[in-house]
C-alpha cells in the first residue's frame, strides 16, 4: 500500500458527472460548472453543492429554480472556461458563445450543445454544508449531440470520460487547492 494525504481522499470518489448549472437573476441568465452532484432517490431530487462565493448562488436563493445541464466531453474546455470565471463580472453566455433555448417549466435556459438537461426547482438549501437541494420538474434529451461521453472530475484538475483521461491542470490551477 502507498500513503495517500488524507487531504487528496475527495480523488478517489469525486462523484460525476460534472454539470453547467444555470440560472436567472431577473435580469440575464447565468451558468456555473458544479462537480459535486447527487441523485437523492428514483423521483428527480438531485443535490448539488455550491454557496454564497458563487455568483449564481444568489439567483438559486432568491429565484429558486435553475436547469441541469449535462454537456458532453467535446464541451471539456468550455466547461472549465466556465467554472473558472464569474458571472459577475462576465457574460458566460456571451463569452463562451452558448446558446440558451427556452425551459419548459423554470426561467433559466437550457444550454445548447449538451446531452441533456433537468429543470429544477429548488426545494431546500442546507447552509453549513453548502447543499441545494432539487427537485426535478422536466427532463430533456438531445439525441442530435454526437458525442455522449459524459465528464468526471477527478478534482485535482483531471478528468475522465468513459476511460478516457483529460488533464486540465494547467488551465486550472487559480481554482485547485495547494498540494493538489
Not at 53 to 78: E, K, Y
Not at 83 to 109: E, I, N
Request: proline share 6%; net charge neutral; glycine share 10%.
Amino acid at each position: 500500500m502507498e500513503t495517500l494525504p488524507l487531504g487528496r481522499a475527495f480523488t478517489l470518489i469525486e462523484p460525476g458527472p460534472v454539470v453547467l448549472v444555470s440560472t436567472h437573476d431577473g435580469k440575464r441568465p447565468n451558468v456555473m460548472t458544479i462537480s459535486w452532484t447527487m441523485v437523492l432517490d428514483f423521483s428527480a431530487r438531485f443535490a448539488i453543492t455550491t454557496g454564497p462565493w458563487n455568483h449564481s448562488f444568489a439567483a438559486l436563493s432568491d429565484q429558486r429554480d435553475c436547469v441541469i445541464s449535462i454537456p458532453g466531453a467535446g464541451m471539456l474546455d468550455t466547461v472549465i472556461g466556465i467554472g473558472t470565471c464569474s458571472g459577475r463580472k462576465t457574460d458566460k453566455f456571451a463569452r463562451f458563445g452558448l446558446r440558451a433555448l427556452r425551459a419548459s417549466k423554470v426561467t433559466p435556459p437550457l444550454i445548447g450543445g449538451c446531452l441533456a438537461h433537468i429543470e429544477c426547482r429548488v426545494e431546500e438549501i442546507i447552509a453549513g454544508h453548502d447543499i441545494v437541494i432539487l427537485q426535478g420538474l422536466a427532463a430533456h434529451l438531445d439525441p442530435g449531440v454526437s458525442d455522449r461521453r459524459l465528464i468526471h472530475a477527478v478534482g485535482d484538475g483531471t478528468f475522465t470520460a468513459d476511460g478516457e483521461h483529460f488533464d486540465r491542470r494547467a488551465l486550472m490551477r487559480a481554482k485547485l487547492p495547494e498540494g493538489v
